[in-house]
């Protein structure tokens, strides 16, 4: 059975530092992998997304994820995060020939001036 | 609409009672799910449909659960004679497409609450 840790329940950084949240997954098949981000009063929205191909993937503000299939990890990283970044985050797998998504418990990024 | 909606936002209700929640998805997208979140979780799959075929219920908690989307649009999530552990947050997604690699859109939610 698919299952997704997230090994951090809680990240305090400052502004400008840079960011891991880590992630990782079991599945014994192929998977697809996302990272969804929930601002405060938000709903979920999509950040990143690995299909296949490149194992890094990249977003729009400057979050990546690498897909590490040798340490089924796909940890999110960021260089200099903002304070609009503060927000909870989910990483999620799923797989082919199925329509089940597993979601972690989320992580919380918060941004300190 | 321009994204998923979802009514009632609050429910309060008594145990043993039943609820019904509805999920509006974005225009035109085939696929349709519902989650459940527990405070300090992340969204766990409930139900999935494509179209109006519910082709995975396997999150289903117990047979209190039931959904439907009959003309494969709207869909309503029913929780029959409610429990306090029923008490979370149902959300809705849909996809533009069937399968596992679409990206999901989600609502805002369903705060349920059974005293």
């Known amino acids: 059975a698919q299952s997704v840790t997230q090994l951090d329940s809680q990240v305090p950084v400052f502004e400008e530092a840079p960011v891991e949240l880590r992630c990782n997954y079991s599945?014994?098949?192929?998977?697809?992998l996302f990272w969804y981000v929930q601002y405060p009063n938000q709903g979920l929205q999509l950040l990143l997304k690995?299909?296949?191909?490149?194992?890094l993937v990249e977003s729009i503000n400057g979050f990546e994820a690498e897909f590490n299939k040798s340490q089924t990890s796909f940890h999110l990283r960021k260089p200099s995060v903002h304070i609009s970044d503060t927000a909870e985050y989910f990483c999620?797998?799923?797989?082919?020939?199925?329509?089940?998504?597993?979601f972690g418990a989320g992580t919380r990024l918060f941004v300190k001036a | 609409g321009a994204g998923v909606s979802q009514s009632p936002r609050y429910k309060v209700t008594k145990r043993g009672q039943d609820v019904a929640l509805r999920c509006d998805p974005i225009?035109?997208?085939?696929?349709l799910y519902w989650y459940r979140q527990a405070l300090g979780q992340g969204p766990e799959f409930l139900t999935y449909?494509?179209?109006?075929?519910?082709?995975?219920k396997s999150g289903l908690p117990n047979d209190r659960f039931s959904a439907e989307r009959p003309e494969g649009s709207i869909s309503t999530l029913t929780i029959q004679r409610t429990e306090q552990r029923d008490s979370a947050m149902y959300r809705c997604?849909?996809?533009?497409?069937?399968?596992?690699?679409?990206?999901?859109?989600f609502g805002p939610g369903t705060r349920l609450t059974v005293l």
């Open positions: 997604a849909s996809s533009l497409v069937k399968g596992p690699s679409d990206t999901q859109y």
């Open positions: 449909f494509n179209y109006e075929a519910q082709q995975d």
């Open positions: 225009s035109g997208h085939v696929s």
């Open positions: 999620a797998v799923s797989q082919g020939g199925g329509f089940k998504t597993i």
């Open positions: 690995y299909l296949s191909g490149s194992t």
């Open positions: 599945s014994s098949v192929s998977v697809y």
